[in-house]
């Protein structure tokens, strides 16, 4: 039998796992330089790729931010999961591995501290919500996330409608000439099903009413007591998403371990029976470490064990008693 022939025979790797891995990834990576070309499409139409210095500029978040940030991670561990199925590059799926368990432990360490830290989770995202009020008209991308955020719950600020009075066009100071002045964002208007156009004027004056005449017009509630309880009624909804993205992960980070396995094992096979070793690992699943172990320590003892001491001299025959 030839050494070919042993190779094929003994370690081999599983063709399931490389291109279920590639697959997998291939979509992660499309998805990442989508969402990377959003992101600079938007900058771009911003103007803040010619004024790079702009970006630190607004005050409140910038949503496109969240395209960049995504979009990047999804590319580099997409192009290294895929690249390194592709080519069995080992490195390659080692780095997305540890990348991938990393970005899974930050998400489990954030769950488990969201779930302890309720009341300073809220403050946070109480002053994060008034942060991005005051800087409601400087980024026209931040005007629809919030737009659709109020839209979306029926709420108007993050405690009530008066928490408008942190933005400049919006505030009832006397020396303010805004025609927004003491007024809301139509976002927060009730709306009317009958009208077929938005009334972006809906909200103007609306806080000079009494408290109860604001209830016939706009929206009252805050929308940090609306987020909370829109996430205690769809609890298992956001549950299932977290576990399906948590399963997703670790499918990932088992198959990229598994194709390291396989591969590190043909090479260390081909290694050993080019070197005249004449033997050829059955296929494993088994971790690395276990793998690797095994066949160095096999090489060590194959190569520098001393040889085996000469077998003993046979017993004298026996004497003829005649």
């Known amino acids: 039998m030839s050494r070919k022939h042993q190779h094929y025979r003994g370690a081999e790797v599983s063709c399931w796992v490389k291109y279920v891995l590639f697959g997998f990834n291939i979509i992660f990576w499309l998805l990442g330089a989508a969402f990377l070309a959003v992101g600079l499409w938007a900058w771009a139409e911003k103007g803040v790729l010619a004024n790079l210095s702009s970006i630190t500029d607004l005050g409140g978040f910038d949503p496109v931010w969240l395209f960049m940030v995504v979009g990047t991670v999804m590319f580099v ?4 999961g895929c690249i390194g199925a592709l080519r069995e590059n080992t490195v390659l799926l080692k780095f997305f591995s540890v990348f991938l368990g990393l970005i899974f432990f930050l998400e489990l360490t954030a769950g488990i501290l969201a779930l302890v ?3 300073w ?9 008034n942060n991005n009020v005051k800087a ?3 980024d026209i991308d931040l005007q629809n996330l919030i737009d659709f955020a109020q839209n979306y719950w029926s709420c108007c600020g993050a405690h009530g409608p008066n928490d408008w009075n942190l933005n400049m066009y919006f505030n009832c100071t006397d020396n303010n000439p805004s025609r927004e002045r003491c007024g809301v964002p139509f976002s927060c208007c009730i709306k009317d099903p009958a009208e077929d156009v938005i009334n972006t004027q809906c909200g103007y004056d609306v806080r000079l009413k009494a408290e109860s005449d604001q209830l016939k017009f ?7 007591g609306q987020f909370e309880k829109w996430l205690q009624e769809n609890l298992i909804v956001v549950s299932g998403v977290f576990v399906c993205v948590a399963l997703l992960q670790i499918f990932g980070i088992c198959l990229a371990q598994n194709l390291v396995s396989d591969v590190g094992a043909v090479r260390a096979n081909r290694t050993l029976t080019e070197l005249g070793g ?10 690395g ?9 096999s090489f060590f003892c194959l190569v520098f064990s001393p040889g085996s001491p000469p077998p003993p001299p046979p017993p004298p025959p026996p004497r003829d008693q005649g």
Do not use: E, P
């Open 278 to 287: 004449g033997f050829a690992l059955k296929h494993t699943s088994q971790s």
């Open 218 to 224: 706009i929206n009252t509630k805050g929308c940090v």
């Open 289 to 297: 470490a276990f793998v690797f172990g095994f066949l160095s320590g």
């Open 77 to 80: 561990l997409g192009f290294a």
């Open 117 to 119: 830290f309720k009341d």
């Open 121 to 129: 989770i809220k403050d946070q995202l109480n002053f994060f919500i």
């Open 136 to 138: 409601y008209r400087d």
